[in-house]
């Protein structure tokens, strides 16, 4: 799904539980950043085969005190560096500092994260994929006009209970795979043909 007037294909990544491990009391430091199976590969995979990759991520451990910016963006210089060792990179990392409570418009489920990301590549967002495992992350890249993806590692497989038991609206056009690896093969094979 290209937008034809520019010619590019974009996917938009969640972070935690997408592209690293989760946690629920927060993923507070660079040793804590560790990429889940076959994501770094999945994103040098998508990079190689024509796809812009950004990331859209909450970080609201930023307002809770966690952790600082510049320990975030130490994170992102790791994800950054294991990229640059397969030869690849990833385009804009818009996060969201704000607490649930802050009233900001960039905080996922509102989709002012993916808002930056269109204005940065100056197109708007109807031909991107939004990969989250999350209902906000779902909910985000609808508000965009964004295809959702959801993904079952992370938060995924609650997230996927949830949407089969009724309890998170109708998706009738999500797409579903087990890991941001399966989603990218998938993509890449399309893509080939």
């Known amino acids: 799904m290209a937008d ?8 938009i990544l969640d972070r935690d539980g997408v592209i690293n491990e989760d946690s629920d009391a927060y993923v ?8 889940i199976a076959g994501s770094i590969e999945a994103i040098a995979a998508l990079r190689e085969s024509g796809y812009e990759v950004a990331v859209a991520t909450n970080q609201s451990g930023i307002a809770r005190g966690y952790y600082s910016i510049e320990v975030l963006d130490a994170m992102h210089e790791k994800l950054r560096g294991l990229l640059l060792k397969m030869g690849s990179e990833v385009g804009p990392i818009a996060y969201c500092p704000h607490g649930p409570d802050d009233d900001c418009n960039c905080r996922k489920p509102k989709p002012g994260l993916l808002r930056q990301i269109s ?17 906000r992350d779902l909910q985000a890249g ?36 087990d890991s941001l690896s399966e989603f990218a093969k998938s993509l890449v094979r399309g893509s080939e043909h």
């Open 119 to 135: 204005e940065h590549y100056q197109f708007d967002l109807s031909g991107a994929y939004m990969v989250g495992d999350s209902l």
């Open 28 to 35: 507070k430091s660079v040793e804590e950043w560790k990429p």
């Open 4 to 11: 034809h007037d520019t010619g590019i294909n974009l996917v």
């Open 142 to 177: 609808a508000a965009a006009g964004c295809q959702c993806v959801l993904v079952k590692t992370g938060k995924g497989e609650q997230t996927w209970k949830k949407i089969v038991a009724g309890e998170s609206g109708d998706w009738p056009d999500l797409l579903i795979f």
